[in-house]
């Protein structure tokens, strides 16, 4: 069984929570879970964000746990605003970023993704211009290219 645990963030009042909302809508095509487990305040589940996501996730029947108490097959637990546990397991609330739990029952495994790596508001991206020597050093120290061919 696969479930994935998020926190408030994604449902702020701010373009980078839309932003990354979005990108955890996609994420949840490429790579949908079981169940989604959601730390939300009472305040942020009564924004229009949040509501139009468990819209979203009953249309694509993802289940959805949004409860203080967990209990789903043998999956059992607690939902606060800034953590979960998971069948003794404590999992911190990352604003911006899922934790991807695989259980088969016996066993849990967790990994964490962040979906705000490399973000920059989008007026500023659209905004700026990057040198070359900016680009250079971006490719090699993201990427690993060492040898950069100049196109001149």
Do not use: W
Request: hydrophobic share 40%; net charge negative; glycine share 2%.
């Amino acid at each position: 069984m696969k479930l994935y645990y998020i926190d408030q963030s994604f449902f702020l009042e701010s373009t980078k929570a839309k932003d990354m909302l979005m990108r955890l809508i996609q994420r949840l095509r490429d790579n949908e879970p079981d169940i989604i487990l959601i730390s939300a305040s009472d305040i942020a589940k009564l924004h229009n964000d949040y509501q139009s996501f468990l819209i979203y996730l009953q249309d694509v029947d993802i289940h959805v746990i949004e409860d203080k108490e967990i209990r789903f097959g043998h999956i059992h637990g607690i939902l606060a605003e800034s953590h979960c546990v998971i069948n003794d397991h404590l999992i911190e609330a990352v604003p911006y970023s899922y934790v991807q739990i695989d259980t088969d029952g016996q066993t849990i495994a967790c990994s964490r993704y962040y979906l705000d790596i490399f973000y920059q508001e989008r007026q500023n991206v659209i905004n700026r211009v990057f040198t070359v020597k900016e680009l250079e050093s971006f490719l090699k120290e993201t990427i690993g290219l060492k040898n950069i061919k100049k196109l001149s």
